[in-house]
């Protein structure tokens, strides 16, 4: 009775429950939530098993690039690749999800067409706390990873700033630190060679030029007309180029020298930024005020009464020959000759006290107004082109050096008389010290390698020379001379003994850095670059580091070696070779050159930001700018941390 009465009340309050209207909002409600709960509880589980995958996959790929490292350098064998792995691995995954890890490790040794790999895997699971409910009480997760080595080479272009201003704050120590410390750079990436060759280093210190070695004297590359030029013919000088003037062939011993340290020309004057000295290879300090009366003997060479330029102010180099002064035909004939007419600037040279000097008078006025004295046939003590006896194996100067029938006049105002010395030369090119400057534009931007047929495309001759200091920069005997490049070597202790031997010298162009740079990476260059295999990988690298805004460059009208020029057109070419850099693709259409930028700025106030060397790095995590000197040795650890992940890693 009491079951049947309980069984009768449970079914007319059902009856009641199936007839009524209201709560239907909170019955629906019920039951859906039930696979909403079950779908969040699900997104959960499978969060815990793809955190829990994610880290399997960064602590596989940790592994098998200590695993690549270990190997290469020989610290373990094939056969301890399983257990080294498992090893790593637990000390790197610390997922507490994780359960039921396991590792395995696959080497192939390397054969003649393919590199050698490690291939890692690794598989667990998780306890799922919702899925369970749906039949699943555990969720798996694997993942693997394989990195190749063997057949990608790196070779690395350290394009490196040795201007002045690294003198200050520790820079150029914690430069060197950087590179060539115990620990630095080159030793990261020197343990990255297996084998030599695997890992090419080259090093190019720069300031206004790059040393070349002047060993090179000989080489086809080099662009030798700004070296033997007179400052009068220099292709690069534009509006702080050196004049004539009128009364030149006028000027011969006695005369003052009619050049003086002014910046630019004024109409008739000879300025140029540089005055006279005693001879070709005299101090730049033994200067003199008149034309010596004398026959000097330089290298076999005897030159009458010289006109010896001392280097330049506006181009930071200095000249490598004399003017002579040789007595015209009619100086020897006992005549006196017209050498200038038809200006009111025409006018006889002065001597030491201020007069004319001996035998020159000058009539008339204005446009009438001439000139008349001894005259004097000019020079320039370089190879000239009808030379059929002396200075066989150097370039010839066909440069200007007087006008036509020793006389200037209202309708012969240019100079077009050419050199045309037939003497040895007083400074041959082997007393070069190494120094080339930017190529003539455009391929100043460019990566062409130089050919003899081109001029455009061979680095000029430069001789560099601090005219406040007096230090030609690229000779051995400076007092703090910029270091020769070293080409592309695994000498690893030479590599370390010139990056220590480093100086801060000299004003900024990255530029003519990075062109000798980018030619140490180009096979065929004139920097020996060794051969590639077309059947290998090869990562290509420049880093650029530079404390300061590019100032001084090939053309004195660009900068004047504390600042540029408006609109800043040292950086206009850089920002053109920058980009020339990153449109270079490989034979697969992949970018040909990694590079990262470094901009060290320590100075007070602050240097803005070159915009020009954060737009050369290859993307902007490749930009780094340091505001102590202490930054510099860390920086250089990252970036070789990343390249070994690029030399070991695939």
């Known amino acids: 009775m009491l079951g049947s009465a309980i069984f009768d009340r449970i079914r007319t309050a059902a009856r009641r429950f199936s007839g009524a209207a209201d709560g239907n909002v909170a019955v629906i409600?019920?039951?859906?939530?039930?696979?909403?709960?079950?779908?969040?509880?699900?997104?959960?589980?499978?969060?815990?098993?793809?955190?829990?995958?994610?880290?399997?996959?960064?602590?596989?790929?940790?592994?098998?690039?200590?695993?690549?490292?270990?190997?290469?350098?020989?610290?373990?064998?094939?056969?301890?690749?399983?257990?080294?792995?498992?090893?790593?691995?637990?000390?790197?995954?610390?997922?507490?999800?994780?359960?039921?890890?396991?590792?395995?490790?696959?080497?192939?040794?390397?054969?003649?067409?393919?590199?050698?790999?490690?291939?890692?895997?690794?598989?667990?699971?998780?306890?799922?706390?919702?899925?369970?409910?749906?039949?699943?009480?555990?969720?798996?997760f694997n993942s693997s990873t394989t990195t190749t080595w063997g057949n990608a080479k790196m070779r690395v272009a350290l394009v490196l700033d040795n201007t002045g201003s690294m003198a200050d704050n520790g820079k150029i120590t914690a430069l060197r630190n950087a590179v060539a410390g115990s620990g630095g750079l080159i030793d990261q990436l020197s343990a990255l060679s297996k084998n030599n060759g695997d890992v090419y280093i080259s090093v190019i210190p720069f300031a206004k030029a790059v040393n070349v070695g002047s060993s090179n004297y000989g080489q086809s590359w080099i662009d030798w007309t700004d070296w033997l030029n007179p400052p009068t013919t220099q292709q690069a000088a534009g509006s702080t180029l050196a004049t004539l003037p009128y009364n030149w062939h006028a000027v011969g011993p006695g005369a003052r020298c009619p050049f003086t340290n002014t910046t630019g020309n004024t109409n008739g004057a000879a300025n140029g930024g540089f005055v006279c000295k005693t001879g070709p290879t005299a101090s730049d300090s033994s200067t003199t005020s008149t034309i010596p009366s004398t026959t000097i003997t330089v290298n076999g060479a005897s030159v009458k009464n010289p006109i010896c330029p001392t280097a330049d102010n506006n181009t930071q180099a200095k000249y490598n020959g004399c003017w002579s002064s040789e007595p015209s035909a009619a100086n020897v004939a006992g005549l006196k000759e017209t050498f200038c007419s038809g200006s009111s600037n025409c006018s006889c040279p002065k001597n030491l006290s201020g007069s004319s000097v001996s035998g020159c008078t000058c009539s008339g006025s204005g446009s009438s107004k001439s000139c008349t004295g001894w005259t004097y046939v000019h020079n320039w003590t370089q190879p000239g082109p009808n030379d059929t006896a002396d200075n066989q194996n150097q370039p010839r100067v066909s440069a200007v050096v007087g006008w036509t029938n020793n006389q200037w006049t209202a309708t012969n105002q240019t100079p077009t008389v050419k050199n045309d010395w037939r003497q040895p030369s007083t400074n041959p090119i082997s007393t070069w010290t190494g120094c080339v400057a930017d190529r003539t534009q455009p391929n100043d931007a460019t990566g062409v390698l130089p050919a003899s047929s081109d001029v455009t495309t061979l680095f000029p001759a430069n001789e560099y020379f601090d005219t406040w200091g007096g230090n030609a920069f690229c000779s051995s005997s400076a007092s703090t001379p910029l270091e020769p490049v070293i080409p592309l070597s695994y000498n690893w202790s030479a590599l370390k003994t010139a990056v220590n031997a480093m100086q801060p010298t000299g004003g900024t162009d990255q530029s003519i850095g990075l062109a000798v740079g980018w030619q140490s990476l180009l096979v065929g260059g004139p920097l020996n670059t060794p051969a590639e295999d077309s059947n290998t990988t090869y990562n290509r690298v420049i880093i650029i580091l530079s404390d300061g805004l590019n100032t001084q460059d090939r053309w004195p009208d660009y900068g004047d070696g504390s600042s540029q020029a408006s609109g800043n057109p040292i950086d206009v070419r850089q920002t053109l070779q920058c980009q020339n850099l990153q449109a270079a693709k490989d034979s697969n259409g992949a970018p040909m050159y990694t590079i990262y930028a470094i901009q060290v700025n320590t100075s007070t106030p602050a240097d803005p930001t070159s915009t020009v060397l954060k737009n050369c790095a290859s993307s902007p995590d490749k930009f780094y700018m340091l505001t102590s000197s202490t930054q510099i040795v860390t920086t250089f650890n990252t970036i070789g941390t990343a390249l070994s992940k690029l030399r070991l890693a695939k």
């Open 29 to 140: 409600f019920t039951l859906a939530i039930l696979p909403i709960f079950a779908f969040v509880g699900a997104a959960i589980d499978y969060t815990r098993a793809n955190n829990a995958r994610t880290a399997m996959q960064s602590a596989l790929d940790s592994t098998a690039l200590m695993l690549s490292k270990d190997l290469t350098m020989g610290s373990i064998t094939a056969a301890q690749i399983p257990s080294k792995a498992q090893s790593y691995f637990n000390a790197l995954f610390t997922n507490k999800d994780g359960q039921g890890i396991a590792v395995t490790a696959t080497y192939t040794t390397p054969t003649t067409s393919s590199a050698a790999t490690i291939l890692l895997g690794g598989s667990g699971y998780i306890k799922s706390d919702f899925m369970q409910l749906a039949g699943f009480p555990t969720l798996n």
